[in-house]
């Protein structure tokens, strides 16, 4: 048998291990069930492995299956940014870099960043992507995205991660609420408040990091609230909902009814860090990591 793995036949693959059932996978790609179920038989012949378990109620991939798509969504990705890249440079530009971020990191970091980009590479073209820790981290790994903004510890590896913006941290209470900076002693002072947060899910170490704030002022904090928005957080403690801590460089981006007293007595600070993949060939990527770490 000669036949050849093309492309064609990883595309079919993938259109099948996404929907995992032919006759949708077929209708997705504008051919028959039949001709898609002769594609992947003879593409599994090719690879002598079994990439599917077909019975007459469902599809499943195999354990080879899983790992054969994860590994064809990473090769498609980086043809079809290959291809875009390809007609930037041809249209005169240097190329594209995608930044994905936290909200947080649009008061500074990111801004001055784009700023700077277009004054020294007026060339390089750049797409932006607000997205939680985890979903940037997943898509770096998965070259969606050259560069992240992130608030993390660590990274899993192939990636690397280097602070670039510290932030102290800063109560944040209703307009009129009776605790003013210059009457404020410590965080204790509102260990009876409610607070709202920002999701756990959506940047572990800033809510763990705001818990150890709270447990260092000699209480554990009532969370009667979550968001991934700061600005819902904000509305919410404008409509005395609850009080927050928040990265203090937050209070210039919005216009509500709220205050901030900074922390500034305390150890804990809100650090965001730059998250990028070591072998990234993007030569973009450079460009704005020697931006961000020229200081």
């Known amino acids: ?41 003879q593409m599994e012949e090719i690879l002598e492995t079994q990439l599917f378990i077909r019975d007459k109620k469902k599809v499943k991939l195999t354990a080879a299956g899983e790992f054969l798509k994860g590994e064809v969504e990473f090769v498609l990705n980086h043809l079809d940014q290959t291809k875009k890249q390809l007609k930037l440079i041809a249209a005169g530009h240097l190329g594209e ?64 991660i280097k602070p670039v913006f510290e932030d102290t941290f800063s109560l944040v209470l209703p307009l009129d609420h009776p605790i003013k900076a210059k009457n404020f002693e410590g965080i204790h002072q509102v260990a009876e408040e409610d607070f709202i947060l920002f999701s756990q899910d959506y940047s572990p170490l800033y809510y763990d990091t705001v818990i150890s704030i709270c ?70 990527l450079q460009n704005c990591m020697d931006l961000l770490l020229k200081g």
């Open 1 to 41: 048998m000669n036949y050849q793995i093309e492309l064609r036949h990883f595309i079919y693959f993938l259109a099948v291990a996404e929907e995992l059932h032919y006759r949708k996978a077929a209708e997705k790609l504008f051919i028959s069930q039949p001709g898609l179920s002769t594609q992947i038989k």
């Open 97 to 160: 870099i995608r930044i994905g971020f936290l909200g947080s990191a649009m008061q500074n970091v990111v801004p001055d960043l784009l700023i700077e980009l277009k004054q020294k590479y007026p060339l390089i073209h750049t797409s932006l992507e607000e997205l939680s820790n985890r979903a940037q981290v997943e898509a770096i790994l998965r070259d969606k995205l050259d560069l992240g903004f992130v608030r993390l510890a660590r990274v899993p590896k192939g990636l690397q």
């Open 215 to 284: 447990e260092d002022g000699g209480f554990t904090p009532n969370v009667s609230h979550k968001s991934v928005h700061a600005q819902t957080i904000f509305k919410l403690v404008e409509n005395k909902m609850g009080i927050a801590i928040a990265p203090t460089s937050l209070q210039y981006g919005f216009q509500m009814k709220v205050k901030f007293i900074e922390l500034k007595q305390i150890p804990q600070r809100a650090v965001l860090s730059m998250v990028w993949k070591a072998d990234n060939r993007n030569p973009a």
